[in-house]
């Protein structure tokens, strides 16, 4: 199946797959956020219950601590001889100094603990003998005296109205022979506030506690007025829950005392654990929009910083298809990255087309002015052959043999030269028009010119360019033979040299000079009669069959000239 962006551009592309790719990072960071979230509350949750697991074990221990003070003090001998004594004689001196005694005794108890507000003993007869840092904190009598009828001697904590205290009491009994008579009542009050600060010093956060017992609120450090509905989770066990209260969320962590019927409340608002949750939120979506938009521009850039060479690269190839083979639309400058070896690959491909075009081009002209050279003293063909043909059949009619011979070769010739359309024929071919050539030339000079020829008949059949070897015959023949009074010989030769065939043409005339050879390398000497120079044989064959073939000029000044060519060996 194709990709579902199979069709868009490619700086399309790299921009959704940017996109997608964010998409997916984005996704994988909420669901990580949500799962750290997760653990994060969970771990507050679970240090806040252990907190106040340790906080409410120190505070039960503390209050633990004051009911054996609360025992060790209503079972002191020496506090009981001094109620016998107030509860015998209420209005004796006696009594007076032993009240003094009392409160000194009950002092002493007192002082052991900062957070104990005020002790307190009621006698027989409804007096009250109070002491301690801070006596206006008292419980109720009326209610004391309530909750300790069904007690049995045990201690009873309760609230004081209207301050943030509690009270310890119990009955006061004879434990002098085991009567356990009632001989007065104990009560120790608590000033909460202070026992807090003194006990849990550790932890400032605990310090927000509630304390619940029998369906009522003993204490709370704060100033909300909570309801015991708030907290109905009283008397079981210990742990945490998140609770709506008054239209607000907490998280109230309880455990209870393993002493007493109290139970211990913690309420953390749930904002403030949220409030880390939402502020990492809110960094992440920052983050996020932040990254969305670096994405959206450095995307695009990059997208199109690679599509922009890719497009310039596309618009070149289609007018390339359209035949405009020019550079100007590649720009000058690229990256050093594969786009860039595109664009170099591309500009070395059309130097290469255009180098083979002009090749093929120059060599098409080349042989075309080859072939209008050859051709263009040819007004009408038919009418030259007829005429020649008469010329003939007329010197034989009068037995002139010579001037038979001269028109029969200069017709074959002709023929020759102007029938074979194709740029290649074969030495066979080639040598044809050489021996016409010479046929005529040997009637004009007569023992003047010598002609040779050694060739194989294994090379008959090889190709060579029309009209390479009988130029350089003609070219001897014009600057040999007509500026020397001797004979002039011409030995044309063909052999294979090096899997190649060199096809060589000396003579033994004047020579030429070398700055005259240099003329004719570069064309500017031409030849005197046919027009075609040996320049323009050279880069014929150089065209057809490359730089390694052409043709080579050795001559000295009073010796000869030797015009050699170099030609693969190639057969029909």
Sequence with gaps: MKPFNSNFRIKNKIFSVS??????????????????????????YEESADMLQLSSSIVDKELNMIEDLSFQVSTDSIIQNYLKTINENRYSFESYDTKMKLLERMLSYASTRKYIASMQIIDLHGQKHTTGFDTSLENDRGKIGRVLSGSKGSNVW???????????????????????????????????????????NFSPENKDMVITSMHEIFYQSNDSEWEMSDFSNENN????????IDGKEYLLTY????????TYHHLL?????????????????????????????????????ISKPLEALSSQMEKVQ???????????????????????????????INELIKENYTKQLMIQETEYKALQAQINPHFLYNTLDSINWMAKINKQEKISVMADALG??????????????????????????????????????????DISEVYEDSLIPKLSIQPIV???????????????????????????????????????????LGGIYRGEIRSKSSGIGLNNINERIKMMFGDEYGLTIDSEVGVGTRVSIQLPLKAE
């Excluded at 998409?23 to 949500?34: A, E, P, R, S, Y």
């Excluded at 455990?255 to 109290?262: P, T």
């Design 19 to 44: 996109l997608l790719l964010l998409m997916i990072f984005g996704l994988l960071g909420l669901v990580t956020f949500q799962y750290f979230t997760s653990s994060y509350e969970k771990r507050i």
């Design 158 to 200: 309760t609230k004081i109205e209207g301050e943030n205290g509690i009270s310890s009491a119990r009955q006061i009994r004879k434990k002098a022979n085991l009567s356990l008579q009632n001989i007065g009542t104990l009560i120790i009050s608590i000033d909460m506030d202070t026992f807090v600060d003194e006990t849990l």
């Design 237 to 244: 066990g210990s742990g945490y829950m998140v609770e709506s």
């Design 255 to 262: 455990s209870h005392s393993n002493f007493s019927q109290l």
């Design 269 to 305: 608002p749930y904002g403030d654990i949220k409030k880390q949750t939402n502020a990492i939120k809110i960094i992440m979506i920052v983050c996020f929009l932040l990254m969305l938009t670096l994405t959206i521009l450095l995307s695009r850039r990059a997208a199109n910083n």
């Design 322 to 352: 359209k035949g405009d083979f020019s550079e100007s639309a590649l720009p000058k400058e690229y990256y050093n990255d594969e786009i860039g070896e595109l664009h170099d690959n591309f500009r070395l491909m059309l130097n290469r």
């Design 412 to 453: 074959n010739m002709m023929r020759n030269i102007i029938s074979k359309k194709a740029p290649m024929i074969t030495i066979k071919e080639e040598l044809e028009i050489v021996r016409n050539y010479i046929t005529i030339q040997k009637y004009r000079y007569e023992h003047r010119l010598n002609f040779s020829l």
């Design 474 to 516: 003609e070219n001897a023949i014009q600057h040999g033979l007509e500026e020397m009074i001797d004979e002039c010989r011409i030995h044309l030769k063909i052999s294979e040299v090096n899997d190649g065939l060199e096809i060589v043409v000396s003579d033994n005339g004047p020579g030429i000079e070398e700055d005259q």
